[in-house]
């Protein structure tokens, strides 16, 4: 018992830090886009968390035969496991709202005459996601999403495109076009982690003394953005107001 005990604790260990380092390699992937494509980056994060569950089970199975025979593998067994999980709960996380958030990646608060892009398209790859509209994408918002509407302030365009680009420079996002005379703001915004990146555009309308804000934030990968470009907007009108 204790010698099957004392191999489980080792091979255990051994297997989540090859997990780790797999994990490791699969984050650089994505973050310097070796490939381009991010299904290869995700396959093999895929099998690192597949690893991690191996060892995970291989620690718990030491763990036990430690409290049954008295072998001295408890810590290992319980680092093995804590490693394994550090890896497998957010992978766990994303899986499940992969389930269930809807198929999306593109919003915009005027689906009648969205905000359109100017430089942004000149700074995506051939197997980015589409900028086109199509009606499908449009009825999952309006499904999903109809909250999402423009903003209507009191302030002057001048007064809010200052105000819109005081907030993105908080939030870190990268200006990649601003005309002020135009009231059009585009930006880039980029993942800590795995450096997905996404584009936004505002659009600044007078009306009646007042502006009206319109917004749209597209991912440049993934069938799903979980819910992040909506709530981008939300976030950046509620700074914004």
Request: proline content about 5%; cysteine-free.
């Amino acid at each position: 018992m204790e010698a099957a005990t004392n191999f489980l604790a080792k091979w255990g260990m051994l297997l989540v830090i090859v997990a780790l380092s797999i994990t490791v390699v699969a984050v650089l992937m994505f973050r310097f886009k070796l490939p381009p494509e991010y299904q290869t980056p995700l396959l093999v994060l895929l099998v690192a968390t597949l690893l991690a569950g191996l060892a995970a089970a291989m620690g718990a199975l030491a763990l036990l035969g430690s409290l049954i025979s008295d072998a001295s593998q408890v810590q290992r067994s319980l680092v093995t496991i804590v490693l394994a999980l550090v890896l497998i709960i957010p992978v766990f996380s994303l899986a499940s709202k992969v389930g269930t958030m809807p198929t999306i990646n593109d919003i915009s608060t005027d689906l009648d005459n969205p905000p359109v892009y100017k430089v942004v398209p000149s700074l995506r790859h051939p197997i980015d996601n589409s900028l086109d509209l199509v009606q499908e994408r449009m009825d999952t918002q309006k499904a999903f999403y109809g909250d999402i509407k423009p903003l209507k302030l009191a302030a002057s365009p001048d007064q809010v495109f200052d105000e819109a680009l005081s907030v993105m420079a908080d939030k870190g996002w990268d200006i990649v076009d601003s005309d002020k005379a135009a009231g059009h703001i585009e930006a880039m915004v980029s993942t800590a982690v795995l450096n997905f990146q996404d584009d936004v555009v505002i659009r600044l309308t007078a009306d009646n003394g007042g502006t009206i804000v319109d917004m749209r934030s597209a991912s440049r990968t993934g069938r799903s953005d979980l819910g992040v470009n909506s709530q981008r907007i939300r976030e950046f009108f509620a700074a914004l107001n």
